[in-house]
């Protein structure tokens, strides 16, 4: 299985920064995508960006030119680097890892427990 954690949440004030970090573990045999998606108080889940093993990443649209996301795949890791935060980017950030735990198995949606971001005054 795939275990997933999230880090480097917190609280800043609109116009911060804050640099998300997942690593996974486990025992599988790849990771294909991996992602971040977010879920605000009384609202669905929403796919933030993602970024394959190699290529070019994605972004949700009002999260482009602040938000970039990176990978390490020496250390099964993607980050996201947050600048210029607003409220409306407050929410627990969710780490997803598409992977497979043997070479025969289907590929699988594993997700972490969420980092909590909170963009207040």
């Known amino acids: 299985q795939v275990q997933l954690v999230e880090s480097g949440g917190g609280v800043v004030q609109p116009g911060g920064s804050l640099r998300l970090s997942c690593v996974a573990s486990?025992?599988?045999?790849?990771?294909?995508?991996m992602g971040w998606f977010r879920q605000a108080p009384g609202k669905g889940r929403e796919l933030v960006a993602t970024?394959?093993?190699?290529?070019?990443?994605d972004y949700l649209d009002s999260v482009k030119g602040r938000f970039t996301i990176s990978r390490d795949n020496t250390k099964n890791s993607i980050y996201l680097q947050m600048n210029g935060l607003t409220p409306e980017d407050t929410g627990v950030y969710i780490c997803?890892?598409?992977?497979?735990?043997?070479?025969?198995?289907?590929?699988?949606?594993?997700w972490g427990r969420g980092t909590q971001v909170t963009v207040s005054s």
């Open positions: 970024i394959p093993p190699a290529g070019s990443p």
């Open positions: 486990g025992t599988f045999v790849n990771i294909h995508s």
């Open positions: 997803s890892a598409a992977a497979r735990v043997t070479s025969w198995s289907n590929w699988r949606d594993f």
